[in-house]
Every structure is written in structure tokens, then in C-alpha cells.
């Protein structure tokens, strides 16, 4: 990586950040390193196909373990709580002293939770199994969106699309693992999973002997600030919105991923297995749109792909609850194709909101959208068991809306535009 590209990254043992010197043109003159991309978007998807397990064998657990609702939460919230607390902690802490090997470190609690949940039969056994796959999450997503970034020749909105896109195809995956394997076979074999995370923790260890060079103490550098950067007031504002904004779309896909399975066999009698392959259909979308939201905020700027993805999605959403089986399969996708593609673009305008503090708030967007995933997931399975999981997508058809929250955002070039 041409050591003019990414300032911030060079200075990472120190406090000094700075995420944008000389975007443009010079970062393109080198170009993204692809097979550090590839190979942190290819963790990026074993780690996520190993979370989205959790939520794939709900309807196992809950049939095993005769749960309610809100106990299905509660393993939501146990998971995502772990990881939206310790992720700006984590990424506070690498700003100041990155940590090359961390991501492998971190992966090995992933897979003691895999192991230790395909061996739960107590309820807080589950929770705290739960509670260590989301801790391996709070190490990971920090340090690999600073690297992601390092890898990106400047081309920052594609290289966090690659990133997610690895996360959304893993996220994907569990449904149809659980639905050929865990069904069949049972809870023991979760523990099969946790050679996935074998497997993630060498890929991690060697990108890490990539990424120590990259952060060999040199002199601090001066923060320079984007030349559309707004003032204190305004950044502040707009970083609230950015969470409004990840709240809206966050707690829909939450509703989706943790309680449509339910949805589904409750509403068409479906059976598990099938409505598991009906949830992949709205996860794949979800991958798909994920990856063109970051190169389309690129070219077009953020701020409109944040409008379209989020608002985009409200007719949609809206249609879902009168909707038969087949349409909803239908409108499922419309909806993950859209309302995923404002992932990338919130998470790299938020990064140039805060090109000083690029790693903390890396980890507090990240952590944000595991806390609003696992919050809403709790309250949702709590306002399900008093109501009926269908008045739940009746209320929740209307959280795109907060969409419109997007005019208060302030206008910024895309840095490879410059």
C-alpha cells in the first residue's frame, strides 16, 4: 500500500487519524490490494455464516427447550448485546494501538460459543454461547473495516461493499446450513461449524502478517480536513441521523431475519425447512444490494443512495403483511436488494464525518446495528407473544419511513470523485 494513500492507517499506534489525504488521485495510482479484500470479505462471510446459525435454530431450540418469544429475544439480545458494547470499545482502543492479530484472537471465542452451544441444554448455557459468537463479532468488525480501508486504493465506498458483501452471503448461508444440516442432524452438530472458524482464524492470522508492516510507528501527521467537511454543529447532527437512520433499517432486517421464519409458518403453514429457504431469499438480496450501495455512493455520492435505499424500501414494506405466500417470497427481495444497499454508504459517511476517530466509530455504527438488531429482537419477540407475530410486521412495514430523516444530512463528494 503506497504510504501517501491512507495517512490514518500509518499513524494507527498513535492518536492521530487521518482517513482522508489525497483520496483520489493518488490512491488510485495504486489500486486496491484485491486479495486483501478478498481474503477479509471471505472472513468477513465465515464469520457472519457462523452468527446467522444462531438465528437459523431458533425454531429447533424453541422446540427443544419449549421457549417463548421473548426467550428467543433474549438469545438475540445476549449475542448482539455482547457485540454492540464492546465494538466502540474495541475500536477506541485500535485507533490508538492497532493489534495485527487481534481478528484471529477474537474469532477463537466464535468458534468455544459454537462448540459450547452445540452442547447447551440449560437456557443460560445458551445465552452465554450466544453471548461469546457476538464477542468474536465486537473484535472483528472494527479492525477489519480499518483494513478493508487500508486495502481499498482509495475506493472506499467499493471496498466496504466487498466487505459487507462477504458479511451478507455469510448471513445468507445460515438458513440453508441449518435447513441440510442442523435439522436433520440436531443441535450436536452446530459443533461441525466450528471448523468454519478453524478455517477463518488461519485466513486472519495471515492477513494480519500483511497489515503489521502497514502499521509500523512513523511520524504523526496532521489531520486534514475533508474539503466538504461541515462544522462541529452540523457533523454532530449528522451523525445522529446516521444512527436514526441504521435504527430504521437495522430493526426491520432484524424483524425479518429473527421472527420470518415464525411469520411464515405461522401465517402459511409452511414447514421449517421451507421457510428457512424462504429467509435466504431475503438474506441473498440483502448481500446483493449490500455490495452495489458502496461503488453507487462512489460514483453518485451517499447521501442519495442513503435516501433511495431507506425510503425506497417503505412501498414495499407496506405491501408485506396483505401479501400471499409466493409475493412475499417476491417483495422480500425487492426489499433486501434496497434496503441493504445504505449499509456501506452510512458506514463511509460516517467515517468521513470522523476521519480522526475512524476506528471508534467504525465499531459504534458496527455496534449500533448489532444493538438495535438485538434490542429490537427482544422487544419484538415480547410485543409478539402478546399480539401475534402478524401486528409485529404490521407496525414495523412503517420503519423505512424514518427515511425522509435523510434531508438533514449535509452533501459530500464520494473522495474518488476528487
Known amino acids: 500500500m503506497n504510504k501517501s494513500v491512507i495517512v490514518s492507517e500509518e499513524?494507527?499506534?498513535?492518536?492521530?487519524?487521518?482517513?482522508?489525504?489525497?483520496?483520489?488521485?493518488?490512491?488510485?495510482?495504486?489500486?486496491?490490494?484485491?486479495?486483501?479484500?478478498?481474503?477479509?470479505?471471505?472472513?468477513?462471510?465465515?464469520?457472519?455464516?457462523?452468527?446467522?446459525?444462531?438465528?437459523?435454530?431458533?425454531?429447533?431450540?424453541?422446540?427443544?427447550y419449549a421457549l417463548d418469544?421473548?426467550?428467543?429475544?433474549?438469545?438475540?439480545?445476549?449475542?448482539?448485546?455482547?457485540?454492540?458494547?464492546?465494538?466502540?470499545?474495541?475500536?477506541?482502543?485500535?485507533?490508538?494501538k492497532a493489534q495485527p492479530f487481534s481478528l484471529?484472537?477474537?474469532?477463537?471465542?466464535?468458534?468455544?460459543?459454537?462448540?459450547?452451544?452445540?452442547?447447551?441444554?440449560?437456557y443460560p448455557v445458551i445465552l452465554v454461547a450466544a453471548a461469546?459468537?457476538?464477542?468474536?463479532?465486537?473484535?472483528?468488525?472494527?479492525?477489519?473495516?480499518?483494513?478493508?480501508?487500508?486495502?481499498?486504493?482509495?475506493?472506499?465506498?467499493?471496498?466496504?461493499?466487498?466487505?459487507?458483501?462477504?458479511?451478507?452471503?455469510?448471513?445468507?448461508?445460515?438458513?440453508?446450513?441449518?435447513?441440510?444440516?442442523?435439522?436433520?442432524?440436531g443441535q450436536p452438530s452446530i459443533a461441525w461449524f466450528s471448523s468454519i472458524a478453524f478455517l477463518a482464524i488461519v485466513i486472519l492470522w495471515r492477513i494480519g502478517v500483511w497489515y503489521k508492516p502497514q502499521i509500523t510507528p512513523k511520524k504523526s501527521a496532521a489531520v486534514e480536513r475533508h474539503p466538504d467537511l461541515p462544522d462541529s454543529r452540523r457533523v454532530r447532527t449528522a451523525l445522529a441521523v446516521l444512527v436514526a437512520l441504521l435504527f430504521s433499517k437495522q430493526l426491520y432486517v432484524s424483524s425479518l431475519s429473527s421472527y420470518y421464519i415464525f411469520y411464515l409458518i405461522d401465517k402459511f403453514q409452511v414447514s421449517t425447512q421451507a421457510a428457512q429457504l424462504y429467509l435466504f431469499l431475503f438474506l441473498a438480496?440483502?448481500?446483493?444490494?449490500?455490495?452495489?450501495?458502496?461503488?453507487?455512493?462512489?460514483?453518485?455520492?451517499?447521501?442519495?443512495?442513503?435516501?433511495?435505499?431507506i425510503l425506497g424500501a417503505l412501498p414495499f414494506t407496506l405491501a408485506l403483511p396483505y401479501a400471499g405466500l409466493y409475493a412475499s417470497a417476491v417483495l422480500t427481495v425487492f426489499i433486501g436488494l434496497i434496503i441493504s444497499s445504505a449499509t456501506s454508504s452510512i458506514i463511509v459517511f460516517a467515517q468521513e464525518l470522523m476521519p480522526h476517530r475512524f476506528g471508534m466509530i467504525s465499531g459504534v455504527f458496527f455496534g449500533v446495528a448489532f444493538g438495535i438488531g438485538g434490542l429490537g429482537a427482544a422487544v419484538l419477540g415480547k410485543?409478539?407473544?402478546?399480539?401475534?407475530?402478524?401486528?409485529?410486521?404490521?407496525?414495523?412495514?412503517?420503519?423505512?419511513?424514518?427515511?425522509?430523516?435523510?434531508?438533514?444530512?449535509?452533501?459530500?463528494?464520494?473522495?474518488?470523485?476528487?
Open 69 to 96: 418469544y421473548a426467550q428467543i429475544g433474549m438469545i438475540t439480545l445476549a449475542f448482539q448485546f455482547t457485540a454492540s458494547l464492546l465494538q466502540p470499545v474495541v475500536g477506541h482502543f485500535t485507533d490508538k
Open 11 to 64: 499513524a494507527a499506534t498513535t492518536p492521530v487519524i487521518v482517513a482522508d489525504v489525497a483520496p483520489g488521485r493518488v490512491a488510485k495510482a495504486a489500486g486496491p490490494a484485491y486479495i486483501v479484500l478478498a481474503g477479509i470479505s471471505f472472513s468477513h462471510f465465515l464469520n457472519d455464516t457462523m452468527q446467522s446459525l444462531i438465528a437459523s435454530v431458533y425454531p429447533i431450540l424453541k422446540d427443544a
Open 285 to 309: 438480496a440483502n448481500a446483493v444490494g449490500a455490495f452495489f450501495g458502496g461503488p453507487l455512493g462512489d460514483r453518485f455520492g451517499r447521501k442519495y443512495v442513503i435516501w433511495f435505499s
Open 383 to 418: 410485543l409478539a407473544d402478546h399480539t401475534g407475530i402478524a401486528f409485529v410486521y404490521h407496525l414495523c412495514a412503517f420503519l423505512p419511513a424514518l427515511g425522509l430523516l435523510a434531508v438533514f444530512l449535509p452533501k459530500i463528494r464520494p473522495a474518488s470523485s476528487e
Open 104 to 122: 484471529a484472537i477474537g474469532m477463537g471465542f466464535t468458534f468455544f460459543g459454537l462448540l459450547l452451544l452445540s452442547i447447551a441444554h440449560l
Open 132 to 185: 461469546l459468537v457476538g464477542l468474536g463479532s465486537a473484535v472483528f468488525h472494527p479492525e477489519s473495516a480499518r483494513i478493508a480501508r487500508l486495502a481499498s486504493g482509495g475506493r472506499y465506498g467499493f471496498a466496504q461493499s466487498v466487505f459487507q458483501l462477504g458479511g451478507s452471503f455469510g448471513t445468507s448461508m445460515g438458513p440453508v446450513l441449518a435447513a441440510l444440516i442442523v435439522v436433520p442432524f
